[in-house]
């Protein structure tokens, strides 16, 4: 193969490459144990970022939001979407009035807080690790432009 | 006399001047980023800092602000203007919860809406240790600074809500 063959292929191989985990799977390193113990602080993971082009976030999925840049996300779990009801209860996540059951909380305190409705073109989002003081927890309501992908 | 090579080593030399110029010209895009440089040496704190690093590190952050900074931050909600001497005050006091305290900016965008405004968004990642653990921090930042007598200073600080409760 020659000099010049060679350099394209090596060119196109590190475009794609980049164009692909840039644009479609953003690798992640998890800093933070707010998602414990689906994600593991110091684990690895993937932001797919066309999880949403054509359906959007779901009950349960585990979503990527982004701050000012995508250089620094949150991992969340959404529990509710726009016009649902969100209280907690003794720790148990009530949705609509109704508990919900979440076999990926191992974790959980005593948390408690008043219903309230998620806005239209939010989501109501969550980490998994309920065993920390709710005032240290981040979680509330995310516009939905913020959310850069799913996380696999 | 002329010769293509020196005509080359001329224009390799004029190419350097003029990329050094452009490269090291202060522009005010520059200076805001100097200003956030400084901010987060100032906050920076490493374990068992001597206090005259203490005292040095307040009298630069002092000159970072305004004469009143208004400020808003959802959790736990504050807002309004407070003075230079407050706002010191309770950076202050955050310093010295932690035993160590350190700041990393990402995604800085600035803004120059005028010659003497500059809008910037960032994400503070913030990491400090009080009593052996671990507290680590993630928030976006609007900030506002204004030029006077050639200084950039920070005159708004707002704490975007990413997440609504």
Redesign the interface.
């Known amino acids: 193969m020659s000099l010049k063959l060679r350099l394209i292929r090596i060119a196109v191989i590190s475009t794609t490459a980049w164009l692909f985990f840039s644009y479609v799977l953003v690798p992640l390193k998890i ?2 144990k707010s998602m414990e113990p689906t994600y593991h602080d110091g684990g690895f993971g993937f932001c797919w970022r066309q999880r949403f082009l054509f359906s959007p976030p779901d009950y349960g999925d585990v979503i990527a ?1 982004r ?6 996300v ?1 991992l ?1 779990r959404v529990v509710a979407l726009a016009g649902d009801t969100v209280e907690f209860r003794r720790g148990s996540l009530y949705v609509n009035g109704r508990q919900v059951g979440e076999p990926y909380v191992k974790y959980r305190l005593d948390w408690n ?1 008043p219903p ?1 409705t998620v806005k239209p073109g939010r989501v109501y ?1 969550i980490g998994d690790n309920r065993g920390v003081p709710m005032s240290r927890h ?5 516009n939905m432009q ?1 959310i850069l992908g799913g996380v696999l | 006399m002329i010769t293509t090579r020196n005509t080359v080593i001329l224009l390799v030399i004029l190419g350097l001047v003029a990329a050094g110029f452009i490269i090291l010209r202060s522009t005010p895009e520059k200076q805001v980023r100097k200003q956030l440089d400084q901010l987060v040496e100032s906050v920076d704190k490493e374990p068992g800092e001597p206090t005259m690093t203490t005292l040095t590190k307040i009298g630069a952050m002092g000159k970072l602000f305004a004469d009143t900074c208004q400020v808003t931050v959802d959790r736990p909600p504050m807002e309004g203007e407070f003075s230079r001497k407050e706002v010191m005050d309770r950076i202050n006091m955050a310093r010295n919860y932690f035993s160590e305290l350190h700041l990393r900016l ?4 600035i803004l120059l809406p005028t010659d003497s405004r500059a809008k910037v ?3 503070l ?1 913030i990491h400090g240790i009080h009593d052996n653990e671990e507290n ?1 921090d ?4 609007e900030l506002i600074l204004d030029r006077k007598d050639r200084k950039w200073m920070f005159s708004r600080v707002k704490v ?1 809500e ?4």
């Open positions: 800093q933070g939001i701050f000012s840049g995508r250089s620094v949150l969340k807080l309230r989002v981040h979680f509330g309501q995310v913020r | 990402h995604d800085v965008s968004l960032l994400t990642r680590i993630t928030r976006e930042l975007v990413v997440l609504e409760q």
